[in-house]
């Protein structure tokens, strides 16, 4: 089941709709379940509604899945670049995103102060911590890995997918070492050859790009931490739903199911 709810924008005033994903059987269900907040909700369920005409096919994911969980797809700004502003937790270090406003704070404090509450009063959910994902590719990659490392007490589990951070990894890198990250964390990442900086051979297993250096600099850090991580080379993966949509077996499973 599919609902939609307008939700207001605190920092711009303006509405950011919400596509939240419940089990078939809520209605007629009394548990509750976890929940894991994705950015860019409104490329999950369906193409009709995606910003390139094709969807994560998430629902097709969940309706099948083992476990019953909740999904509430944040929509971004489809006005202009917006979205680039509020998916940017960090003051760009070089590049196209110095004039852009770092927003990317301010978004998740916005999901988690006033969206979260809402979506625990009004759905059976299970409002802790460790039952609190966070998810999102590109810039929302970068948000979900902000929000795991900034937000630790609120999200136990991310999924960062083509994360977009080649342009603030002094930022990320600075965070992670002065964070705290609680053990009981999961961090998935990945990226896919075919968007890989530098990379000459896209038909193979990565390990030389600068994709891979940054993902194995952020999985390194979370090991630190003693948390646990996932990094995954998509073999033959470009930057877009199509190829997002063959991870969510490895990145939900991982997240929720593997012990």
Not at 34 to 63: M, Q, R
Not at 137 to 163: D, E, F, P, R
Not at 169 to 197: C, F, N
């Amino acid at each position: 089941m599919i609902l939609k709810r307008d939700f207001i924008y605190t920092p711009k005033g303006k509405n950011r709709p919400l596509h939240i994903y419940l089990p078939d059987d809520y209605e007629q269900s009394t548990e509750r379940y976890p929940v894991v907040y994705f950015f860019d909700g409104h490329n999950l369920f369906f193409d009709e509604d995606a910003t390139y005409g094709k969807s994560w096919g998430l629902k097709e994911f969940l309706d099948s899945w083992s476990k019953n969980i909740i999904i509430v797809g944040v929509q971004c700004s489809l006005e202009g670049e917006e979205r680039l502003s509020e998916y940017l937790p960090y003051p760009a270090e070089s590049g196209r995103f110095t004039e852009f406003e770092p927003l990317g704070d301010a978004t998740l404090k916005w999901i988690l102060e006033e969206i979260k509450p809402v979506i625990d009063r009004d759905f059976r959910t299970w409002p802790f911590r460790e039952c609190t994902g966070i998810a999102g590719s590109s810039m929302g990659g970068i948000m979900a890995l902000y929000g795991a490392v900034h937000y630790n007490q609120w999200i136990s589990k991310a999924a960062c997918v083509s994360t977009a951070m080649g342009f603030c990894m002094s930022h990320v890198m600075k965070d992670m070492t002065e964070q705290y990250m609680d053990p009981d964390t999961r961090i998935y990442l990945s990226w896919g050859t075919k968007e890989a900086w530098g990379l000459q051979d896209t038909d193979h297993e990565d390990t030389t790009s600068m994709s891979y250096w940054n993902n194995k600099a952020v999985a390194d850090k979370v090991l630190e931490s003693h948390s646990r991580v996932k990094m995954e080379c998509q073999v033959g993966g470009h930057h877009c739903e199509a190829d997002w949509e063959k991870l969510i077996p490895s990145f939900m499973n991982f997240l929720w199911l593997e012990d």
